[in-house]
């Protein structure tokens, strides 16, 4: 059995070419690619009225998700097209076209009149800006998550993946900061008519810096004219494909859970738009620092025994800390809620995403990576609002989110326990 879990021994050579610039311009170009993504989540709630005000606030809701799921289920096509790209002419064009793709569909969202205005074509527009960015997305994280791992020191690799995923929590955290800004300055009726596109808008501005910083990135490995065929690969690592979604299972149920329950709230309680900004500000602050803790002790203790550690935590937390907030119905509980699961969900990305990179053969491995990724999060990260939201809707109950965090979490710490008893065993 081949799954080399927590081997840090890859066949690429290890480059001390790595330097905190070239980090820093990966995960900063990184963040503002997810940022988009965060926006939706965060203005969520003013999305809902200004392209579904027809539907009841129940329905409208769901609609609104379905959109945000649709930009995930798209993901798998962006990530086999752009991952074979990048294994074919290099991670750095590849991230070049990701962020020319993000462009259009971002300005789509930034532009794109409300349902009084078009009817039923302006959800539908919508739709095509968040398919078009699923698939730019769908070929970040494989081609990114590459360039990093082979370009740093093995002793090292889930530091800096630790660091590319706290990319995403600063993604967040300018999300809810914009949020509170607009708080304190606009009206609510402001905010739900306008004030909402303008993360859209400021986001669609910062891709010119995104693009100029991906073009000062340096390369450091350059792919043969050999790479693995997709279908060997799946044949062959049949095996570690499944292990790895599930891995991308446990990590992100929680983070897209926390986006939702950022906006809508715990134990049906609604919380006030600042409450709700502020959230997200403490979600993002708690994943930006507990990515790279997690990826630095991972390094120390083993990258798989800290995924472990991380899902446990999580599932003896969520539960206790969902029916506190139950009892609890105010804004500071809220927040230490959610960046509670959030945060010990952190402590496993960057150690997860160089568990999946090690698992397949360099050449290849960006597109291995990148549908991992997408069909991971498509399956189960961009449609957790519309899961949890639909279960508390048809059972009339509001513990959805907790139970589908502790789910996701006990699978994953189910089948890393019983695969690595497995692979122990068949090396004996």
Known sequence: MRIPFDDCNTDEPPSSRLTARMVGTVVIANALEFFDYFAYATFAAFIT???????????????????FAAGFLSRPIGALLIGAYADTAGRKPALLLTSALITI????????????????????????????????????????????????????????????????????????????????????????????????????ALIPVQIALRRRIQETWQPGRQRTPLRESVTLYRREWLIAIVLIFGGTVPTYVATYVSSFGLAGVRPTIHASFVTTLAVGAVTLVLSVA???????????????????????AVLPAFHFAALHHDALTLACVVALFAGLSALGGGPSIVVILNMFPVRGRAVAMSLVYAIGVALFGG?????????????????AAAWYIFFSSAVTVLTVCVMRERCVAANR
């Open 49 to 67: 009225q200004a392209f579904f005000t027809q539907e009841p606030h129940a329905r409208g809701a769901l609609l609104a998700f379905g959109i």
């Open 105 to 204: 569909g971002t300005l789509g969202v930034a532009v794109v009149p409300t349902h009084a205005t078009l009817g039923s074509y302006a959800p539908f527009l919508v739709l095509c800006c968040r398919v078009l960015q699923g698939v730019a997305i769908g070929g970040e994280m494989g081609s990114a998550s590459a360039l990093l791992v082979e370009s740093c020191a093995p002793a090292r690799k889930a530091l800096y993946a630790g660091c590319l995923m706290a990319g995403q929590g600063l993604a967040l955290v300018v999300a809810g900061s914009l949020g509170i800004v607009m708080y304190g300055f606009l009206q609510a009726g402001q905010i739900a008519q306008w004030g909402w596109r303008l993360p859209f808008a400021l986001a669609a």
């Open 383 to 399: 449609t957790a609002p519309f899961v949890v939201a639909s279960v508390d809707l048809f059972t009339g109950g509001h513990l």
């Open 294 to 316: 997690g990826g630095w002790l991972a390094d120390r203790v083993g990258h798989l025994s800290m995924v472990v550690i991380s899902r446990g935590l999580t599932m003896a």
